[in-house]
């Protein structure tokens, strides 16, 4: 009994939504974030700020104190991915013995793991380039958007959390640059809910190994989806893929509470984000495709920190 094309079809329509909503944030900086929908081209971040100032109390209303709106222009970039799939090319291999008998060739095989393997592999890909976007990148994969590490480095109130001026983290000095990261982050911060140094995986693996030969594991080591408690205080480092083989460490309030400081913009509900695959008479092929948008913005670049080697 061969495949039913029709199952192909009804995987693809039934499960659209959720295909959709795995590209766009079905990766761990994604899910950590806060994201603003609906943006097409680009759209305004809206911030706002009040001071307080204590008055005496008297029979009378004297206004004093101001409150102040500001905003970030956050762009997001227009992004498909389309692939054409020819069942014919599988006659000659070993994979025909999944192909439905006859010569029609309208379907491939384990249409749902090819499905499900891309979407894992675009979202591997997004996740990059939300950190390290680069519209002046020569890399097809960066150059759609500015990550968050080109944004910040745009900035000139980010404060520097490389106080020695590190040009390499190892094992004997990562420890004290995750301090000196600490260390610089704004009083004003350190109470925050969600107040997270951000690093690669490797640089991640580098600190927890040298807790562990520093025999500073008596703290609560306990490490949750790569993700553990700075020892003695109450903010978390968190190991994300997107910073990996960058050696950027990144201190910021992140959350998706509207507290956050990193937003991620997509348009995510509109008609243009889809994922469909089908059989195209035309081409006599398997057609993939998926269409999206994302970008990367910060709202208060003087509450990051910013760790980058020294030349």
């Known amino acids: 009994m061969g495949y039913d094309v029709s199952a192909l079809q009804d995987y693809t329509k039934q499960n659209s939504a959720e295909l959709v909503s795995a590209v766009v944030s079905g990766y761990k900086t ?7 929908p609906g943006i097409k081209s680009t759209a305004d971040i809206n911030i706002m700020d009040t001071d307080v100032k204590f008055q005496n109390d008297t029979c009378s209303f004297d206004a004093d104190g101001t409150t102040s709106f500001k905003k970030r222009v956050i762009t997001v970039g227009q992004i498909k ?3 054409k799939l020819c069942p014919k090319d599988l006659n000659s291999k070993y994979l025909q013995l999944e192909m439905p008998m006859g010569s029609a060739d309208d379907t491939v095989p384990f249409e749902k793991q090819y499905a499900d393997l891309k979407i894992a592999k675009i979202s591997a890909q997004n996740e990059i380039a939300l950190w390290r976007g680069d519209t002046a990148s020569a ?4 150059n759609k958007f500015d990550g968050f590490l080109k944004v910040i480095d745009a900035e000139t109130d ?3 959390g490389n106080l020695s001026s590190a040009t390499s983290i190892t094992s004997t000095n990562v420890i004290g640059l995750m301090n000196d990261m ?4 704004p009083s004003k911060l350190l109470s925050k809910e969600n107040l997270t140094i951000m690093v690669g995986e490797d640089v991640f693996r580098t600190y927890t190994l040298a807790l562990i030969t520093a025999n500073l594991f008596h703290y609560d080591g306990k490490s949750s989806d790569m993700e553990i408690v700075l020892p003695g205080t109450n903010t978390k480092i968190m190991a994300l893929p997107g910073l990996n083989e960058t050696n950027r460490m990144i201190a910021a309030v ?6 956050g400081n990193l ?3 997509t348009d995510l509900a509109g008609e243009e984000d889809t994922f469909k695959m089908w059989y195209s008479e035309d081409q006599m092929a398997v057609l993939f495709s998926t269409n999206y948008k994302l970008g990367a913005q910060v709202k208060i670049p003087s509450e990051i920190v910013e760790f980058t080697l020294s030349a």
Do not use: K
């Open 81 to 83: 991915v389309q692939e």
């Open 30 to 36: 994604a899910r950590v974030i806060e994201i603003q």
């Open 139 to 142: 890399d097809a994969n960066l």
């Open 182 to 185: 600490y260390r610089s982050i």
């Open 254 to 259: 992140i959350g998706d509470n509207g507290e």
């Open 263 to 265: 937003v991620m913009g």
């Open 158 to 160: 980010v404060i520097d």
